[in-house]
């Protein structure tokens, strides 16, 4: 098993994406969407377990981090039955191994209020982690091409001009297994707004 500190701090997506490519030959932005984040996680060596846990409360996800061995991603079902939920979660987690991996913070515990993008603002290390789960998710480059292809088709067979953003955000939203909300965020955060 690979140890915790021989891969390199991989503070974005796209460093992610280099590393799956060099060490794995894994293209992670090569297919269409959706980025198959179960992959990532096991391309990493992150153990991920979903088994129920009546005393997790609001646990929504977790990972504990390890000197010796792979890391622990721990999802709580009942928390995470909504797949695009459970994408975020782990893209989430995943996001923690790749940015905050230190000999002093071995556990991150995420629950509603760490996951919510306006609750975790003040605390830098979730709002990066749903920072990155979102890119990796919904890479800008991939919302642009496919996105181009989705309002071309939408126009020639409705025979319009535009395609409405209401419409726009939930086909894209399903083409990337994404919440409605997520998916409408990171078309704004990129600058995508009016067809």
């Not at 003040?122 to 309002?151: C, D, K, T």
């Not at 939203?173 to 707004?193: D, Q």
Request: charged share 25%; proline share 6%; aromatic share 10%.
């Amino acid at each position: 098993m690979q140890a915790l500190f021989t891969v390199p701090d991989l503070r974005t997506p796209s460093a992610l994406a280099d590393y799956l490519l060099a060490e794995c030959q894994y293209k992670m932005y090569e297919f269409a969407p959706p980025v198959d984040v179960d992959e990532v996680a096991k391309l990493l060596r992150i153990t991920v377990s979903e088994r129920p846990d009546p005393s997790a409360g609001a646990t929504i996800g977790k990972i504990t981090l390890s000197e010796a061995g792979p890391a622990e991603i721990w999802i709580n079902p009942a928390e995470n039955a909504y797949g695009p939920r459970r994408r975020f979660t782990l893209a989430h987690e995943i996001a923690h191994f790749c940015m905050h991996r230190s000999s002093d913070r071995l556990e991150f515990v995420d629950t509603r209020s760490t996951m919510n993008r306006t609750e975790s603002y003040w605390n830098s290390y979730e709002s990066e982690a749903n920072r990155f789960a979102a890119e990796m998710l919904m890479p800008q480059q991939m919302i642009e091409s496919l996105g181009r292809e989705v309002i071309d088709s939408y126009k020639a067979e409705h025979k319009v001009e535009k395609m409405p953003i209401t419409r726009f955000v939930d086909v894209m939203a399903v083409k990337f297994r994404v919440s409605r909300p997520a998916m409408e965020f990171r078309l704004k955060n990129v600058g995508i707004g009016t067809f």
